[in-house]
């Protein structure tokens, strides 16, 4: 009764009032320009959602653990967290197994730990009979030893392993006659997809294509379709885009539950069984402890999207070996969501919310479109061999790296906000540093600046001159501050009273930041004063002024503005200045 009287004191508003409200705000502003984002995923996002918008969705009214399972696949929240264990030896990674159960690790996957014969297998899950066990990169005489193994003595807890059951599907049909119904043996990577530029809904659509293929060749080798679908896993990789990334987990279980269905599988088969992971796109080597940051959103999307498991990457993996402090930070980022968050207490939190839900239904639509498009064209096996899906990546990555680049696509401290003072080239085991990151190109600008300066002693200096306009000076040399700390540069920014003063200065670069209206007046006298005092230093132009090409024949030697390419722009630069490979 409270809350209805409470209500009353606010009388429903029409959208058509709330749009002549934000006409009036924006004063003549371009509507979709200022308040609608457009995705990389092809959805124009709106500045407010309604219950209009969700209205003749037919899974609202449904609960966690109710087909089709948008809301998750059990009735109550929570998640595993899930270490990873690198180590080779069987006796050593057992050792750190354990130590990560202690810690708080919740399942534990093996990476890389050789395993040859019965008694590795024996040896290496000691003391973790109450532990839900993965393999990562399962060979087929490791997956023969499980079969072996788990028929001989029923463990407590699941056991489960990666292999990709598209590569072999006679042995994948024969592991399925013989194994055990708790052993779950096939992944379905879409994290591949993701950091090979993917969207969330091609994500979505390609992991949900390669699962049909994979139910329909099971089904035509006379296994059933509930054994099916219980031997397979889905993993997927986090991205940064975070309401997108935890509606792609809830409008995947969505299609995976019909797709099940729709092959006369039971309800219980049909829950998709999802591990996630923080993107490894995303991470950069430069101020890295921002990876920490990136990896808590990532593993939140995770969670808020109802993953069974969670791995959480270390921060430095990137760039060498993680340690036990990466490790262990890594570890606590979900502890802290898990304990002090509170994460776990709710099932689906993002229920009702109408923009989630909005964004769900358009990435299961587009996911089961996409699905559609490769079943009619031949399946998944095919659309992989003729090239089909890696032209779509291809075409994604392309807009994706084109973001970053220009930096649309913030990654701070590595193409915008760059720590100056920090040097990575020592910490760096360049065996372990993936080209296949958002940030790789940034990098190695800033590399070859760190290596010149290792081997000459000196760090090309670029000067950054305010003169002229208050207002345009300051913003401007932000911009280029910016800009040139990109590739490493020494970079000193001071205020002049007079050209003279800039031309005297100690630079190998000059970035005049002024107005447009200035720029040729002063660029003409700074280069007149350079040739007296014969300086080699060249004149850069922090805008991109109707007098360029005035500029250019006075002896201004490049421009930067919101449009340059600051890869190429950069390279070209460190090269005049004498910056190689």
């Excluded at 997108?244 to 599988?265: P, T």
């Excluded at 776990?344 to 479109?369: H, M, N, Q």
């Excluded at 994604?396 to 220009?406: G, I, L, P, Y």
């Excluded at 790789?440 to 081997?455: S, V």
Aim: one cysteine or more; a negative charge.
């Amino acid at each position: 009764m409270a809350a209805e009287n409470l209500l009353k004191e606010f009388p429903p508003v029409s959208t058509e009032a709330w749009e002549e409200a934000i006409a009036r705000d924006l004063k003549g502003a371009e509507y979709a320009k200022k308040l609608i984002w457009q995705t990389p995923e092809g959805l124009a996002v709106k500045p407010y959602y309604r219950a209009e918008d969700i209205s003749g969705l037919d899974y609202l009214d449904g609960a966690p653990g109710d087909f089709p399972y948008v809301r998750g696949a059990g009735r109550a929240g929570g998640w595993r967290i899930r270490e990873e264990i690198d180590a080779a030896n069987p006796e050593e990674a057992n050792r750190e197994a354990q130590s990560a159960v202690a810690a708080g690790a919740e399942e534990i996957a093996f990476r890389n730990t050789a395993v040859a014969n019965a008694s590795d297998l024996a040896m290496l899950l000691v003391n973790l009979d109450g532990i839900p066990i993965h393999f990562e990169n399962a060979s087929v005489p490791l997956l023969r030893l499980l079969i072996a193994r788990l028929g001989e003595r029923q463990r407590m807890s699941p056991v489960s392993a990666d292999f990709d059951p598209l590569t072999n599907l006679d042995f994948a049909a024969e592991l399925l006659r013989n194994a055990a119904p708790a052993f779950a043996p096939f992944v379905i990577h879409g994290e591949r997809f993701e950091e090979s530029g993917a969207t969330a809904q091609e994500e979505a659509g390609f992991a949900l294509a390669a699962g049909v293929d994979f139910l329909a060749e099971m089904q035509a080798r006379a296994i059933d379709v509930n054994a099916a679908a219980a031997s397979l896993a889905f993993s997927f990789a986090m991205g940064a885009n975070y309401f997108f990334q935890i509606a792609k987990l809830r409008a995947f279980r969505m299609v995976w539950a019909q797709a099940v269905e729709s092959f006369g599988g039971s309800k219980e088969s049909a829950k998709a069984r999802l591990h996630a992971r923080t993107s490894r796109w995303n991470e950069t080597v430069y101020d890295p402890h921002v990876n920490i940051l990136r990896a808590t959103t990532e593993a939140m999307a995770a969670v808020l999207g109802g993953a069974d498991s969670v791995s959480v990457a270390p921060f430095d993996e990137c760039y060498k070996a993680p340690d036990a402090a990466s490790r262990r930070l890594a570890r606590n980022t979900q502890i802290l969501l898990k304990q002090e968050a509170l994460l776990a207490r709710v099932a689906d939190p993002g229920a009702g919310s109408y923009c989630l839900e909005a964004i769900t239904d358009f990435i299961a639509r587009e996911a089961w479109k996409t699905m559609r498009a490769i079943e009619s064209d031949g399946g998944f096996g095919r659309a992989q061999a003729d090239g089909t899906i890696a032209r779509a990546l291809a075409r994604s990555m392309a807009a994706r790296e084109k973001a970053v680049v220009s930096r649309r696509s913030v990654f701070t401290g590595t193409n915008q906000y760059a720590n100056l003072a920090e040097k990575a080239l020592e910490r760096i085991d360049f065996s372990r540093l993936s080209e296949q990151r958002a940030t790789h190109a940034y990098e190695q600008l800033r590399l070859r600046t760190e290596r010149h300066t290792a081997k000459t002693g000196k760090n090309p200096r670029v000067l950054l001159a305010e003169i002229g306009d208050v207002k345009m000076r300051g913003a401007r040399s932000g911009f280029a501050a910016n800009f040139f700390a990109c590739a490493g540069f020494d970079i000193v920014t001071r205020r002049f009273a007079n050209v003279q003063e800039i031309a005297a200065a100690d630079a190998d670069l000059i970035v005049l930041c002024s107005s447009d209206a200035e720029y040729l007046a002063l660029a003409t006298e700074v280069i007149a004063n350079l040739k007296k005092l014969g300086s080699a230093a060249q004149i850069i132009v922090a805008g991109n002024p109707e007098s360029a090409e005035a500029l250019c024949e006075a002896g201004v030697a490049d421009f930067i503005h919101i449009r340059s390419n600051p890869i190429e722009l950069l390279t070209t630069w460190q090269q005049r200045l004498g910056i190689s490979e």
